[in-house]
T-cell receptor, first 119, second 112 residues
Framework: ETGVTQTPRHLVMGMTNKKSLKCEQH?????MYWYKQSAKKPLELMFV???????ENNSVPSRFSPECPNSSHLFLHLHTLQPEDSALYLC??????????????????FGEGSRLTVL | GENVEQHPSTLSVQEGDSAVIKCTYS??????FPWYKQELGKRPQLIID?????GEKKDQRIAVTLNKTAKHFSLHITETQPEDSAVYFC???????????FGKGTKLSVIP
């Protein structure tokens, strides 16, 4: 158990639904991330939060809305998604958001992922 | 921004043989290069990393080499075992960066 848990593990939703993905880390880390993993594509960084402040937003469509109420919890709110948004959404945490040269080791601890299917 | 290319996309080796996966990166400012292993249906996990102040790092059967001049780094697995079968991702990040740029992954199959 890496200490990063994601719920739900599987989610099927229609294009007009609103749903949320939840991530919780029990490692005392300061940074949390959302990554998208699609077949035959690199892991794509969506958002980074460091000490509850969003520090990266990689041109993600507004139908994805992150929320970080505290350093242990991260949400991804989903609204009016498209079928091409179907993917595995991975949450991760790290000791320090600055992966190279920061206070931490740079290691990302991933959750098991939430498999999203948009019909 | 950074771009990481990874080759090959699939690799099959006989048990006991060595496997080599290669990555190139575009941003000369990158100085942190981790490798992640993702078994089928599991989460990615860090297996080894290297920083730009060293050229090689070993951990038992796994080694990583870095050539900063050529902007490429490689993962070497010796004496492969069936449990090494997984998808391996290389990645790169610059000093102070919050962003890790990943390669597309290599699916390694170790044939018993």
């Amino acid at each position: 158990e890496t200490g990063v848990t994601q719920t739900p593990r599987h989610l099927v939703m229609g294009m007009t639904n609103k749903k949320s993905l939840k991530c919780e880390q029990h490692l005392g880390h300061n940074a949390m991330y959302w990554y998208k993993q699609s077949a035959k594509k690199p892991l794509e960084l969506m958002f980074v939060y460091s000490l509850e402040e969003r520090v990266e937003n990689n041109s993600v469509p507004s139908r994805f809305s992150p929320e970080c109420p505290n350093s242990s919890h991260l949400f991804l709110h989903l609204h009016t998604l498209q079928p091409e948004d179907s993917a595995l959404y991975l949450c991760a945490s790290s000791q320090d958001g600055r992966l190279a040269g920061g206070a931490g080791t740079g290691e990302l601890f991933f959750g098991e992922g939430s498999r999203l299917t948009v019909l | 921004g950074e771009n990481v290319e990874q080759h090959p996309s699939t690799l099959s080796v006989q048990e006991g043989d060595s496997a080599v996966i290669k990555c190139t990166y575009s941003d000369s400012a990158s100085n942190y290069f981790p490798w992640y292993k993702q078994e089928l249906g599991k989460r990615p996990q860090l297996i080894i990393d290297i920083r730009s102040n060293v050229g090689e790092k070993k951990d038992q059967r796994i080694a990583v080499t870095l050539n900063k001049t050529a902007k490429h780094f490689s993962l070497h697995i010796t004496e492969t075992q069936p449990e090494d079968s997984a998808v391996y991702f290389c990645a790169a990040a610059g000093a102070g960066s919050y962003q890790l740029t990943f390669g597309k992954g290599t699916k390694l199959s170790v044939i018993p």
